[in-house]
Each structure stands twice: as C-alpha cells, then as structure tokens.
C-alpha cells in the first residue's frame, strides 16, 4: 500500500477537464514537502510533468497543472487528448520514513 | 541533455545478488546538491523508491529494503552501482535510475529517467 493515495482510475472525453488527486499525510505532503507528477506513456519510463507543486519543465503543455492544499495535491488536464492517455504518478518526500515516496498511480482513459 | 542508461542482468536466481549499473551523461556527480537515484517497478504495479547518492557520497535507503541494498558511485566513470542481495521473485521489476536537480532534500524530483532494465528472478 503506498505512502500516498490516488484513485486507481479517472476517465474523460477529449476536450474535457479532469482531475487525479493524491492524498498523503502530515509526514509528507502536509509537512511542506514537494509534490511531483509524473506521466508514464504505455512502455516507456516516466517522464517529469509537474515539479515543485505546480511548475512545468520546458515543453510540456499548460493543458497540464499542479496544485498542493493541506496534506493533499492535485493533477489537472485541460482540454482531454487522446495521448494523454497514461498512467499518473504523485511524489512526495516522507519525513517520518526519510524516503522519497510515490502515489499508487492512476489510469487515465480518454473515451 | 542528460541521459542516463541502465545495465544489469536480466535474470538472476532466487538468493543470489543483483549488481546493476547506471551510466549517465550530460551532468556530473560532483556538482553540488545533485544526486542519482534507483526506482522499480513490477509488472503492472506502482513505482517504488529504492536508493540514491548524493554528490557528497551522502547515501540514503529506502526502510523497508535498506539490509538489502548498497549503492556506489565512481564520479570519473559517470556512474552509479546499485546492489541487491538475496533476490526473491518479488523481485521482479523493471528497474530505474534517474537524476535529481539540486533541491533542498524534501523537494528533490527525478528528472530524467533511463530507459529502465528488466530483472526476472526465477529458478
């Protein structure tokens, strides 16, 4: 069971908004630390998508957003694609554990 | 660009160890505040961290596989050695490594990822 919580699946259709949370706990997310979202395409490794709460690495869309509150963050997509689909992973930094920490992973499917 | 590349084994016996290589270009491990990092993943189940070594040889374990691990860095060669011992076939994993920027520790990411190598443990 993983440190940080997300749904296991979200879906939308192309051109919608949707939104995958993470929930973690006052030892990660709450105690200030980062959070970090990564997208991992079908086959491949996970590529950086969000870093420091809510900025982008060069290249990637403004379609995707960040955004940290209490002990939970969130993943926006705007304006759904169809190669957006992808598994979606949050982390974080555990202080309890002293070890980077990683969400469950979501699902996402465009219809 | 930074790049970084995995070697290994792709299959090793239950109980034996596995020594798995990360070579890496485009930054140095010198460099203040950096540091490389190993994550794996079994098929179809979440990531999960496993080691990383900071510039300064600063080496940090994951809790729960900390009796398990060891992880090196040669700075002239451009690259970092990840040790596991007694593998199981829980085991089983695609493993990576990845490079993280200079950030206060609790804010570090892993930015970029090596294509990641598959290790199978079975008899």
């Known amino acids: 069971q993983s440190v940080l919580t997300q749904p296991p699946s979200v879906s939308g259709a192309p051109g919608q908004r949707v939104t995958i949370s993470c929930t973690g706990s006052?030892?990660?997310?709450?105690?200030?630390?980062?959070v970090h979202w990564y997208q991992q395409l079908p086959g491949t490794a996970p590529k950086l998508l969000i870093y420091?709460?809510?900025n982008r690495p060069s290249g990637v869309p403004d379609r995707f957003s960040g955004s940290k509150s209490g002990t939970s963050a969130s993943l926006a997509i705007t304006g759904l694609q169809a190669e957006d689909e992808a598994d979606y992973y949050c982390?974080?930094?555990?202080?309890?554990?002293?070890?980077?920490?990683f969400g469950g992973g979501t699902k996402l499917t465009v219809l | 660009q930074i790049t970084l590349k995995e070697s290994g084994p792709t299959l090793v016996k239950p109980t034996q160890t596995l020594t798995l290589t990360c070579s890496f270009s485009?930054?140095?491990?010198?460099?203040?505040?950096?540091?490389v990092g190993w994550i794996r993943q079994p098929p179809g189940k979440a990531l999960e961290w496993l080691a990383l070594?900071?510039?300064?040889?600063?080496?940090r374990y994951s809790p729960s596989l900390k009796r398990r691990l060891t992880i090196t860095k040669d700075t002239s060669k451009n690259q970092v050695v990840l040790t596991m011992t007694n593998l199981d076939p829980v085991d089983t994993a695609t493993y990576y490594c990845?490079?993280?920027?200079?950030?206060?520790?609790?804010?570090?990411?892993?930015?970029?990822w090596g294509q990641g190598t598959l290790v199978i443990v079975s008899s």
């Open positions: 006052s030892s990660n997310i709450g105690a200030t630390y980062a």
């Open positions: 982390q974080s930094y555990d202080s309890s554990l002293s070890a980077w920490v």
């Open positions: 485009g930054f140095s491990l010198s460099t203040s505040g950096v540091a």
């Open positions: 990845a490079h993280l920027p200079a950030a206060d520790t609790g804010w570090n990411w892993f930015d970029p």
């Open positions: 420091g709460n809510r």
């Open positions: 070594i900071y510039w300064d040889d600063d080496k």
